[in-house]
């Protein structure tokens, strides 16, 4: 079966989003990850008319909320002149189909909100490609005709899809596709890894954490360059490398990277792995968290938990917290094994030590060589 997708704009989305409490969830934790998901929302260019929290022992298998919610948000979208639902959590194909056809209005979930803000932000080759992928994988299970049908019909966020603007595909083409896809990113890979080659010998520094926690304004302050930094979620898409001039005859790098975020679809994880071959190739990690946030150890959390899934928690680590002029009082959580620094990178506060420490650091190898000749 041929099916066509038109990928443009609708008009923008009026969205109600929706979070539910279940399991060990607090109602506290969902509100702040809803805040989190209308920053996405508003990134995406959508507006928010209006949320939704629900408390549920689990979720309904066929519509992820409860059916009394469902009807009650039927009611409810027409009144608020709402045109698209966003869950904050991921759904299956069939609830997603379901609520779709039950509310006839756009559903998404939070993945497909973060690839879609991908796809608008990625600029280079490699990462237009990565996030392409991403999309696809997360494509191929959701299409059915029904699907294909409603983000036809809605357009807007969530059906920006891979790709030209109009697109013919079917299953066995998307597949295709992703071959294609996965040669071209090796190709790309093998290139990199030439670059990296040549940096073996210098002491490798990457900037990771949750997104818009300020890595590429630390990137700049560290390296004296001009990457784009912004208040916005997702700014960073790609690896950029720099050296850091040290006065001392060790050589650093310093990589800039993709940040993370709750949910992050495991798609996109996996098709920027090539990316963040950066992250598990460093001598050490600086985790750079925004101490002005409400949930600063679920964060530093969160981030852990894409080291792993990427295969580089094992790689040393210090925890950067920055902003500290935005929260003045702020001190470093305990329970952490990794040593901290406290930093403002917007007003250099903190940059003169965290620099000392990264030539300590890089020189202790060199030391240890020393003292064995
Ligand atoms: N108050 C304050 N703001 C900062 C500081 N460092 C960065 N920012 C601001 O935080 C926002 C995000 O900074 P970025 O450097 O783009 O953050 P990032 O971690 O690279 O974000 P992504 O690339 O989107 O993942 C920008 O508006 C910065 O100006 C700081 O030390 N203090
Ligand atoms: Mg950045």
Redesign the pocket.
Same mark, same amino acid.
């Given at each position: 079966m041929a099916v066509v997708i038109e990928y443009g704009r609708a008009e923008t989305e009026k969205a109600v989003l929706i979070g539910l409490a279940y399991d060990s969830r607090r109602r506290q934790d969902v509100s702040t990850s809803l805040e989190e998901l209308a920053r996405l929302t508003y990134s995406a260019g959508g507006s928010v008319v209006g949320q939704r929290t629900q408390v549920r022992r689990k979720p309904n298998s066929a519509y992820f909320i409860g059916r009394g919610l469902v009807d009650e948000l039927k009611d409810m979208l027409p009144e608020l002149g709402a045109n698209c639902v966003i869950f904050d959590d991921t759904l299956s194909p069939a609830q997603q189909r379901n609520l779709e056809q039950t509310l006839e209005t756009k559903v998404i979930d939070r993945p497909i909100l973060i690839l879609d803000i991908f796809a608008t932000r990625a600029r280079t080759r490699p990462a237009r490609l990565q996030v392409e992928l991403a999309q696809l994988e997360y494509l191929l299970p959701r299409l059915t005709g029904a699907w294909i049908h409603f983000s036809r019909q809605y357009g807007g966020i969530g059906a920006k899809g891979p790709g030209e603007t109009q697109l013919e595909i079917d299953r066995r083409r998307v597949r295709d596709k992703i071959v294609h896809l996965k040669a071209r990113l090796a190709k790309l890979d093998s290139q990199r890894s030439t670059q990296r080659k040549r940096r073996q010998a210098m002491f490798k520094v990457a900037l990771v954490?949750y997104?818009?926690?300020?890595?590429?304004?630390?990137f700049n302050r560290l390296t004296q360059s001009d990457v /784009?930094? *912004?208040?916005?979620?997702?700014?960073?898409l790609d690896s950029t490398s720099r050296a850091m001039s040290t006065g001392h005859p060790c050589q650093i790098v310093v990589s800039?990277t993709?940040?993370f975020i709750k949910k992050l679809p495991h798609q996109l994880v996996e098709s920027f792995k090539s990316t963040l071959e950066e992250v598990c190739l460093a001598d050490l990690l600086l985790q750079?968290i925004?101490c002005?946030q409400p949930d600063v150890e679920e964060r530093i959390a969160q981030t852990r938990q894409v080291l792993t899934e990427i295969g580089a928690d094992k790689v040393p680590y210090l925890l950067i917290y920055?902003?500290?002029?935005?929260n003045p009082g702020f001190l470093p959580l305990l329970g952490y094994e990794a040593s901290s620094l406290t930093? /403002?990178? *917007?007003?250099d506060q903190g940059i003169a030590a965290l620099k000392a420490e990264l030539i300590a650091r890089s020189q202790r190898p060199l030391q240890a060589a020393d003292s064995a000749n």
């Open positions: 954490g997104t818009n926690a300020g890595k590429s304004t630390l /784009s930094t *912004a208040d916005m979620l997702f700014t960073t800039d993709v940040g750079v925004d002005s920055n902003k500290i002029d935005a930093v /403002s990178a *917007a007003c």
